[in-house]
């Protein structure tokens, strides 16, 4: 059954529009990569101006089919800022506006629920310095622990000052959150979190574990940034593009 969703191409400016066709990418590379709940984690952008307004998916629409048009912009409290026949996760509001509102540095706010990210965290020793994705993250990554389903706004404070100015969160019997300064780093940050947490839970169904010295998890930026060439995130978002385009290119619309 289609959808029917019109074309928003026409009616936002060009930089948004390239901020929809990657958000997009980014929920199809999420139900790729199956970090998807079925329609019940998110993932937000901000949209560029000063206004306190970001993208957030269509409640009620698997990862594998949301667009660039069945994007919904919101404001700071949760309004619509266009027609559409969809609502907004109200607990995916109450998480992304109040990282959005405290971090003007980041672009984009990645969430999700996978079986690694909440089995990792429900363990009291959280993420283990066992694995060379671990140590890329352990440098920048929070806690925050579970207090329900995230419906109130007096947590919010609580989510700001946890991630502080981190860029990887484990929520405690939860799952897991990376924010970046663009969609392609909030995407390489979960990737190398959610990998870490797969491999420490296929690794605790073994033997004692081997811990990473710690003098080797220090300046993970100065790895990260030589590791990729220099160039970050993008070392590796236009081959994700490429694989979309062969696969699933219906994004984009």
Same mark, same amino acid.
């Given at each position: 059954?289609?959808?029917?969703?019109?074309?928003?191409?026409?009616?936002?400016?060009?930089?948004?529009?390239?901020?929809?066709?990657?958000?997009?990418?980014?929920?199809?590379?999420?139900?790729?990569?199956?970090?998807?709940?079925?329609?019940?984690?998110?993932?937000?952008?901000?949209?560029?101006?000063?206004?306190?307004?970001?993208?957030?998916?269509?409640?009620?629409?698997?990862?594998?089919?949301?667009?660039?048009?069945?994007?919904?912009?919101?404001?700071?409290?949760?309004?619509?800022? #266009?027609?559409?026949?969809?609502?907004?996760?109200?607990?995916?509001?109450?998480?992304?506006?109040?990282?959005?509102?405290?971090?003007?540095?980041?672009?984009?706010?990645?969430?999700?629920?996978?079986?690694?990210?909440?089995?990792?965290?429900?363990?009291?020793?959280?993420? *283990?310095?066992?694995?060379?994705?671990?140590?890329?993250?352990?440098?920048?990554?929070?806690?925050?622990?579970?207090?329900?389903?995230?419906?109130?706004?007096?947590?919010?404070?609580?989510?700001?000052?946890?991630?502080?100015?981190?860029?990887?969160?484990?929520?405690?019997? #939860?799952?897991?959150?990376?924010?970046?300064?663009?969609?392609?780093?909030?995407?390489?940050?979960?990737?190398?979190?959610?990998?870490?947490?797969?491999?420490? *839970?296929?690794?605790?169904?073994?033997?004692?574990?081997?811990?990473?010295?710690?003098?080797?998890?220090?300046?993970?930026?100065?790895?990260?940034?030589?590791?990729?060439?220099?160039?970050?995130?993008?070392?590796?978002?236009?081959?994700?593009?490429?694989?979309?385009?062969?696969?699933?290119?219906?994004?984009?619309?």
């Amino acid at each position: 059954m289609s959808l029917n969703i019109p074309s928003l191409q026409d009616q936002v400016s060009a930089e948004e529009w390239q901020l929809r066709v990657d958000l997009a990418a980014l929920y199809r590379l999420t139900a790729l990569y199956g970090w998807s709940d079925l329609v019940f984690t998110h993932i937000s952008a901000r949209v560029p101006g000063p206004e306190h307004h970001f993208l957030i998916n269509p409640y009620g629409l698997t990862f594998d089919e949301i667009t660039a048009s069945s994007l919904i912009k919101v404001d700071a409290r949760c309004n619509k800022l #266009h027609e559409t026949a969809f609502p907004v996760n109200p607990a995916g509001f109450t998480i992304h506006s109040c990282i959005h509102e405290a971090r003007p540095d980041v672009r984009c706010v990645m969430h999700t629920h996978t079986r690694a990210g909440v089995g990792v965290s429900a363990q009291k020793s959280g993420l *283990l310095a066992i694995s060379q994705q671990a140590t890329l993250v352990l440098g920048s990554l929070a806690y925050h622990d579970y207090e329900g389903i995230a419906l109130r706004a007096d947590e919010q404070p609580r989510l700001q000052a946890d991630l502080g100015n981190r860029n990887f969160m484990i929520l405690r019997n #939860h799952g897991l959150l990376t924010v970046g300064a663009t969609v392609a780093d909030a995407f390489l940050h979960m990737y190398l979190l959610e990998t870490a947490c797969q491999i420490q *839970l296929a690794a605790q169904a073994g033997g004692e574990l081997v811990h990473v010295d710690p003098d080797i998890q220090r300046d993970t930026a100065e790895v990260m940034r030589v590791g990729s060439s220099g160039q970050g995130a993008q070392i590796a978002w236009p081959a994700m593009l490429r694989r979309l385009e062969r696969t699933d290119p219906g994004y984009k619309l």
